[in-house]
C-alpha cells in the first residue's frame, strides 16, 4: 500500500506474489481459510477481527462449501451469478462450474472478512480495496488454464486466438498498459476532435480555441470552457455527434476552450498558481477582450472546474466580476469524501512524492492511467486481459476510451501541491486556507448563479461530493445554485447528448439542505440533462447579436486550425 500509483496490469503488486509464493496454487487446492493477505494487512493497520465474528464467517464458509460440493457430487452444474461466466462453456463442464462458483465463495468469504476488520474508517477503507484487488485479480476468468472460454476458443480457432492473444500481450507491453480501444480507428482532428475552430491564443501551458458559430446569431456573452488537465480536452469534443462543444455551438453559443499543455521537462517547475493565473485567469482575460464583454459564462468539469472555481475566487476578491454564470460538471471543492481513490492519498504517500517530484520534475500520465483503472479493475483491466490477451480478440473501436488512453503527464510541484493541499488537507473549504499569489482564497466570494452537476456512479467524484458545492457557492443565498444528477459514471454521465435519449437524470429545484434531502425530493427525468443546462445558460447569456466572421480580433489573431498542436502532444514525448 506505499504505492500511489501502481503498475496498471498488476494494480497492486499482489498477483505476482501471489504466483510467486505459490498462493495460487493453495487457492485453487483448498478454501482460502488461511488468509495470509488480508491477515499481513490487518496487522499492517494496527486493525483486529472479532474472534466470534470470525467463527460464524468460518462456519458459514464450511456449510456453503459443503452444499457446493454436495450439488457438484450429484452431477448438478451450481448457479452462477456473475456476468464474468455468463458464457455456456462455464456451465457445460461442471468442473469449470465448480471452480467459478467456489471462487464466487471465496471471494465473498474474504470480503466478508475485510468488512469485519475493527478499524478506523480510512483504514478499513484501505484493507477492503487490498482484498477487492486480490479478489479481483484471482478470478479463474483471468487465466487460461482454468478459462474454458478461451480454451475452446483455441480449439475451434486451431490455435491462432492463441497465438493472436500473444501478439496482443507483447504488443502492450512495448506500450506500458493494456489496450481498451482499437486506436487506429481514431485520430485527433481527423474524427475526434473535429469541431471547427482556430486557436487565437497560447501560452506555455495552454492554447485557446475560438469555435465556428453555427447560427447566423448567437448570445452576446460567451462561453469559455476549462477541461481537466488530466487527459486532454476533447472529451468534451469526440464526434459530432456526442459533441459537447458542438451542442452549445448550435445552441447559439460563441464557445472558446482551454486546451493544455502535456507538460515536458521544461515545464517540470510549473505550480498550482501557475496554472491559476497564467491559465485560467489568462483564459478568462482572453475571452473578454475577444468578445468586447466584461462578463462571461465559465464552466469548468473535473479539476478544470476547482481550477476555475480557484480563479473566480481570486477575481472576485479582487473586485472583478468576470462571470455571469459557472457551470461545474463532477466536480470537487470540497474534499471530505474523495471517494475511493482516498485510498492512495495518507501522509506517507503524499510526502513520497513530494520527495521525489515536488521541487521539479513529473508525474506521468501513465500513471494516472494505472491509478484510475485500479479504481475498476474488472472493467478497465482484468475485462481486457481475458478478451484481448486469452481469447486473441481485437478491442472494438471506442471514443471515450481512445481518449481515456490519451494520457497526460502533470508538472511535480503543481500535482504535489494538489494532493496536499485539496486531497490530504482539505483547505480549499476553509476561507483563506489557500492563497493563489499570496491572495487568500475564499469560494463564498463568488457572486454568479452556478449549475452544479453530479454523476450518480462517479467512483471518481462521489455525487454527494459533487452537492456540496452547493453549501460552499452563494453560502447567503443557495438558491442561486442549481443541482442535477446524472445517471451513470463520471465521464459516460456527463457525455450524453439529448438526440440518442439514452440514460435518465434527477432534478429537484430545492438545495438547501443535505444532498440525502436533495435526493429524497428528487424526481427522475427521462434522457440527457444537456437541455436543463442550456436553458440555464441562456439565461445568463445575454441578447442575440450576429455570429462574428472571424476567430479572434486585432490583438489575437489565428495561430493555427482547432484543434491545435498541444493537444496531439503524447504523454511519453
Given at each position: 500500500?506505499?504505492?500511489?500509483?501502481?503498475?496498471?496490469?498488476?494494480?497492486?503488486?499482489?498477483?505476482?506474489?501471489?504466483?510467486?509464493?505459490?498462493?495460487?496454487?493453495?487457492?485453487?487446492?483448498?478454501?482460502?481459510?488461511?488468509?495470509?493477505?488480508?491477515?499481513?494487512?490487518?496487522?499492517?493497520?494496527?486493525?483486529?477481527?472479532?474472534?466470534?465474528?470470525?467463527?460464524?464467517?468460518?462456519?458459514?464458509?464450511?456449510?456453503?462449501?459443503?452444499?457446493?460440493?454436495?450439488?457438484?457430487?450429484?452431477?448438478?452444474?451450481?448457479?452462477?451469478?456473475?456476468?464474468?461466466?455468463?458464457?455456456?462453456?462455464?456451465?457445460?463442464?461442471?468442473?469449470?462450474?465448480?471452480?467459478?462458483?467456489?471462487?464466487?465463495?471465496?471471494?465473498?468469504?474474504?470480503?466478508?472478512?475485510?468488512?469485519?476488520?475493527?478499524?478506523?474508517?480510512?483504514?478499513?477503507?484501505?484493507?477492503?480495496?487490498?482484498?477487492?484487488?486480490?479478489?479481483?485479480?484471482?478470478?479463474?476468468?483471468?487465466?487460461?488454464?482454468?478459462?474454458?472460454?478461451?480454451?475452446?476458443?483455441?480449439?475451434?480457432?486451431?490455435?491462432?486466438?492463441?497465438?493472436?492473444?500473444?501478439?496482443?500481450?507483447?504488443?502492450?507491453?512495448?506500450?506500458?498498459?493494456?489496450?481498451?480501444?482499437?486506436?487506429?480507428?481514431?485520430?485527433?482532428?481527423?474524427?475526434?476532435?473535429?469541431?471547427?475552430?482556430?486557436?487565437?491564443?497560447?501560452?506555455?501551458?495552454?492554447?485557446?480555441?475560438?469555435?465556428?458559430?453555427?447560427?447566423?446569431?448567437?448570445?452576446?456573452?460567451?462561453?469559455?470552457?476549462?477541461?481537466?488537465?488530466?487527459?486532454?480536452?476533447?472529451?468534451?469534443?469526440?464526434?459530432?455527434?456526442?459533441?459537447?462543444?458542438?451542442?452549445?455551438?448550435?445552441?447559439?453559443?460563441?464557445?472558446?476552450?482551454?486546451?493544455?499543455?502535456?507538460?515536458?521537462?521544461?515545464?517540470?517547475?510549473?505550480?498550482?498558481?501557475?496554472?491559476?493565473?497564467?491559465?485560467?485567469?489568462?483564459?478568462?482575460?482572453?475571452?473578454?477582450?475577444?468578445?468586447?464583454?466584461?462578463?462571461?459564462?465559465?464552466?469548468?468539469?473535473?479539476?478544470?472546474?476547482?481550477?476555475?472555481?480557484?480563479?473566480?475566487?481570486?477575481?472576485?476578491?479582487?473586485?472583478?466580476?468576470?462571470?455571469?454564470?459557472?457551470?461545474?460538471?463532477?466536480?470537487?471543492?470540497?474534499?471530505?469524501?474523495?471517494?475511493?481513490?482516498?485510498?492512495?492519498?495518507?501522509?506517507?504517500?503524499?510526502?513520497?512524492?513530494?520527495?521525489?517530484?515536488?521541487?521539479?520534475?513529473?508525474?506521468?500520465?501513465?500513471?494516472?492511467?494505472?491509478?484510475?483503472?485500479?479504481?475498476?479493475?474488472?472493467?478497465?483491466?482484468?475485462?481486457?486481459?481475458?478478451?484481448?490477451?486469452?481469447?486473441?480478440?481485437?478491442?472494438?473501436?471506442?471514443?471515450?476510451?481512445?481518449?481515456?488512453?490519451?494520457?497526460?503527464?502533470?508538472p511535480g510541484p503543481m500535482f504535489c501541491w494538489y494532493l496536499r493541499n485539496l486531497y490530504l488537507?482539505?483547505?480549499?473549504?476553509?476561507?483563506?486556507?489557500?492563497?493563489?499569489?499570496?491572495?487568500?482564497?475564499?469560494?463564498?466570494?463568488?457572486?454568479?448563479?452556478?449549475?452544479?452537476?453530479?454523476?450518480?456512479?462517479?467512483?471518481?467524484?462521489?455525487?454527494?461530493?459533487?452537492?456540496?458545492?452547493?453549501?460552499?457557492?452563494?453560502?447567503?443565498?443557495?438558491?442561486?445554485?442549481?443541482?442535477?444528477?446524472?445517471?451513470?459514471?463520471?465521464?459516460?454521465?456527463?457525455?450524453?447528448?439529448?438526440?440518442?435519449?439514452?440514460?435518465?437524470?434527477?432534478?429537484?429545484?430545492?438545495?438547501?439542505?443535505?444532498?440525502?434531502?436533495?435526493?429524497?425530493?428528487?424526481?427522475?427525468?427521462?434522457?440527457?440533462?444537456?437541455?436543463?443546462?442550456?436553458?440555464?445558460?441562456?439565461?445568463?447569456?445575454?441578447?442575440?447579436?450576429?455570429?462574428?466572421?472571424?476567430?479572434?480580433?486585432?490583438?489575437?489573431?489565428?495561430?493555427?486550425?482547432?484543434?491545435?498542436?498541444?493537444?496531439?502532444?503524447?504523454?511519453?514525448?
Amino acid at each position: 500500500m506505499n504505492n500511489i500509483f501502481p503498475p496498471q496490469i498488476d494494480p497492486q503488486g499482489w498477483l505476482s506474489q501471489f504466483t510467486d509464493s505459490g498462493a495460487w496454487q493453495a487457492w485453487t487446492q483448498k478454501p482460502p481459510i488461511d488468509t495470509t493477505p488480508l491477515t499481513a494487512a490487518v496487522k499492517e493497520f494496527g486493525a483486529s477481527i472479532d474472534p466470534s465474528a470470525l467463527a460464524k464467517l468460518q462456519a458459514d464458509y464450511m456449510r456453503q462449501m459443503s452444499e457446493l460440493w454436495q450439488e457438484v457430487m450429484s452431477a448438478k452444474a451450481p448457479a452462477i451469478g456473475d456476468r464474468r461466466f455468463a458464457s455456456p462453456e462455464w456451465q457445460s463442464n461442471p468442473l469449470f462450474a465448480f471452480n467459478a462458483a467456489a471462487y464466487l465463495l471465496n471471494a465473498r468469504f474474504l470480503m466478508a472478512l475485510a468488512n469485519s476488520v475493527e478499524a478506523a474508517p480510512r483504514a478499513k477503507q484501505k484493507i477492503r480495496f487490498a482484498v477487492q484487488q486480490m479478489v479481483d485479480a484471482m478470478s479463474p476468468a483471468n487465466f487460461l488454464v482454468t478459462n474454458p472460454e478461451a480454451q475452446k476458443k483455441i480449439i475451434d480457432t486451431k490455435g491462432d486466438s492463441l497465438a493472436k492473444g500473444i501478439a496482443h500481450m507483447l504488443e502492450d507491453i512495448q506500450k506500458g498498459r493494456i489496450s481498451q480501444s482499437d486506436e487506429s480507428a481514431f485520430e485527433v482532428g481527423r474524427n475526434v476532435a473535429t469541431s471547427e475552430g482556430a486557436v487565437v491564443f497560447e501560452n506555455a501551458l495552454f492554447q485557446l480555441i475560438q469555435y465556428k458559430p453555427l447560427t447566423k446569431s448567437v448570445y452576446e456573452k460567451p462561453l469559455l470552457l476549462v477541461p481537466p488537465c488530466i487527459n486532454k480536452y476533447y472529451i468534451l469534443d469526440l464526434q459530432p455527434e456526442n459533441s459537447l462543444v458542438r451542442h452549445a455551438v448550435e445552441q447559439g453559443h460563441t464557445v472558446f476552450l482551454v486546451s493544455w499543455c502535456n507538460p515536458d521537462r521544461s515545464l517540470g517547475q510549473a505550480t498550482w498558481d501557475d496554472y491559476i493565473l497564467d491559465g485560467v485567469v489568462k483564459s478568462i482575460n482572453v475571452v473578454q477582450e475577444i468578445s468586447g464583454q466584461d462578463q462571461i459564462n465559465a464552466l469548468g468539469f473535473c479539476v478544470g472546474g476547482t481550477l476555475l472555481s480557484t480563479a473566480l475566487a481570486l477575481l472576485f476578491a479582487r473586485g472583478d466580476e468576470p462571470v455571469a454564470s459557472v457551470t461545474l460538471l463532477t466536480t470537487f471543492l470540497d474534499f471530505s469524501d474523495p471517494g475511493v481513490i482516498e485510498v492512495f492519498i495518507d501522509e506517507a504517500q503524499v510526502s513520497m512524492r513530494e520527495q521525489a517530484i515536488g521541487r521539479g520534475g513529473l508525474m506521468p500520465g501513465r500513471d494516472f492511467a494505472s491509478t484510475f483503472s485500479s479504481l475498476r479493475p474488472n472493467d478497465l483491466v482484468w475485462n481486457y486481459v481475458k478478451s484481448n490477451y486469452l481469447k486473441g480478440e481485437e478491442p472494438p473501436p471506442f471514443d471515450l476510451l481512445y481518449w481515456n488512453a490519451d494520457s497526460t503527464n502533470l508538472p511535480g510541484p503543481m500535482f504535489c501541491w494538489y494532493l496536499r493541499n485539496l486531497y490530504l488537507e482539505n483547505n480549499l473549504r476553509v476561507p483563506g486556507k489557500t492563497k493563489v499569489a499570496n491572495e487568500p482564497i475564499d469560494l463564498a466570494a463568488i457572486d454568479a448563479p452556478v449549475f452544479i452537476y453530479g454523476s450518480k456512479e462517479d467512483h471518481i467524484v462521489p455525487w454527494t461530493s459533487s452537492y456540496e458545492s452547493t453549501k460552499l457557492l452563494n453560502p447567503k443565498d443557495r438558491g442561486r445554485n442549481r443541482f442535477i444528477l446524472g445517471a451513470s459514471g463520471h465521464i459516460a454521465g456527463v457525455i450524453n447528448p439529448p438526440a440518442k435519449k439514452k440514460r435518465n437524470y434527477w432534478s429537484n429545484d430545492a438545495v438547501t439542505g443535505s444532498a440525502e434531502e436533495w435526493m429524497a425530493g428528487a424526481k427522475v427525468q427521462p434522457g440527457s440533462w444537456w437541455p436543463e443546462w442550456t436553458a440555464f445558460l441562456a439565461e445568463y447569456a445575454g441578447k442575440q447579436i450576429a455570429a462574428p466572421k472571424k476567430f479572434g480580433n486585432a490583438k489575437y489573431t489565428p495561430i493555427e486550425a482547432a484543434p491545435g498542436r498541444y493537444v496531439k502532444v503524447k504523454a511519453d514525448h
